[in-house]
């Protein structure tokens, strides 16, 4: 084969080695929000305890992630200050337990199709905390998508079947502390110029979030695990559970390492549709006509803001391309004009 079929077998497999990615990924994901449903629903596994399973998920992954980074050397280490930790990775951390905390709480309360539906507010809470702490430029047309974000959503969760309260308080809640905590980390990490992947991540977050829940933990559920003498841990449910939390970050890693961020947020809206096909067909939850068209709705504002996003990513690429030629064109200028008075003769005196 020429040249050219070497280029195209190249590209051949670029495209199948991202999709593998995104295949894994969505996988992984779909595995840990069905499994945690499976624990802590309370007519599946029984087992209604977010915050002990946080915790469990938090000091497994705390533990591998300092393997792969002290042991095996995986990745390298992000060299922190003690001062740079507390006020940036603590704040971030505590955001994170209570993200967490919030979020799987709501699996004791709603069912996994509806959970994906309230999950579509994200970026209008991203975006809506990035104008208030200024990361975000205000724009009309941008809040004018968010509201058909937030009215779409609004939509499913009148149609909902099995509306909880309590459960849509909790899951918003999730929702809110997971959009501050994106903001925080491009304000306090990013701007620094640390940027931390999942493994890193783990390495210093996990641990700041397990001492975070274990303060609820004594108050909220020590107190109910203590009188549930029955109860045994169930070192294949808990372990495989913990195995697949971990694997879903390593998949993030590779999924933004080799793809992009934007790649991840298209993945999710078609892993959120996988959810709510698979929660009506095999959990069986209930699924409404009116269901389906609030989350419609907020999927095209959520597939717009996507591609306004993709739209400013190839502008800025654009301008940063345009920048570099011009910085080769007048280096190359400049080499010329030196060359020429270097080979320029000298004029001698009479």
């Known amino acids: 084969m020429g040249k050219g079929g070497a280029l195209s077998d190249g590209v051949v497999k670029k495209i199948v080695l991202s999709y593998t990615y995104v295949a894994i990924w969505i996988f992984l994901s779909f595995t840990v929000i069905v499994y945690n449903k499976y624990i802590l629903d309370k007519k599946m596994y029984n087992w209604p305890f977010p915050i002990t399973l946080t915790m469990i998920h938090m000091a497994f992954c705390s533990s591998l992630a300092v393997l792969l ?17 507390i006020r940036s990775v603590v704040p971030i951390g505590a955001l994170y337990s209570l993200s967490l905390w919030l979020s799987n709480s709501a699996y004791i309360y709603l069912s996994v199709s509806f959970i994906q539906m309230l999950k579509a507010l994200m970026p209008v809470a991203v975006y809506s905390i990035g104008v208030l702490l200024k990361k ?22 009148y149609g909902e079947a099995k509306f909880d309260t309590w459960g849509v308080m909790l899951q918003l809640g999730a929702v809110a502390f997971e959009a501050t905590r994106l903001v925080l980390i491009q304000i306090l990490l990013t701007s620094k110029g640390i940027n931390l992947n999942p493994i890193t991540s783990l390495y210093y977050v996990a641990p700041c979030c397990l001492g975070f829940l274990f303060f609820p933990w004594i108050f909220v559920e020590l107190p109910i695990l203590k009188e549930t003498s029955s109860f045994h841990f ?38 959120d549709w996988l959810l709510i096909a698979f ?38 690429d654009a301008q940063k391309k345009v920048q570099q030629s011009d910085e080769e064109a007048a280096g190359k ?18």
């Not at 449910?237 to 890693?253: I, M, Q």
């Not at 699924?287 to 803001?305: C, D, I, M, R």
């Open 234 to 271: 169930d070192f294949m449910v808990f372990g495989t559970n913990s195995v697949c939390a971990f694997a879903l970050n390593l998949a993030v890693f590779l999924l933004v390492g080799k793809t992009s961020a934007l790649t991840m947020n298209v993945a999710g809206v078609v892993k």
């Open 279 to 316: 929660s009506w067909s095999v959990i069986k939850d209930t699924v409404t006509p009116l269901n389906l068209f609030g989350y419609g709705l907020a999927f095209l504002g959520v597939a717009y803001y996507n591609h306004c996003k993709l739209q400013a990513l190839k502008a800025k």
């Open 69 to 85: 980074i002290k042991v095996f050397k995986v990745v390298e280490p992000v060299s922190m200050s003690r001062e740079t930790y």
């Open 136 to 157: 975000e430029s205000f724009k009309s047309e941008t809040m004018t998508n968010m509201l058909s974000i937030s009215f779409g959503v609004a939509i499913a969760a």
């Open 333 to 350: 200028l400049l080499e010329e004009r030196e060359s020429e008075a270097a080979g320029k003769p000298k004029e001698t005196e009479d």
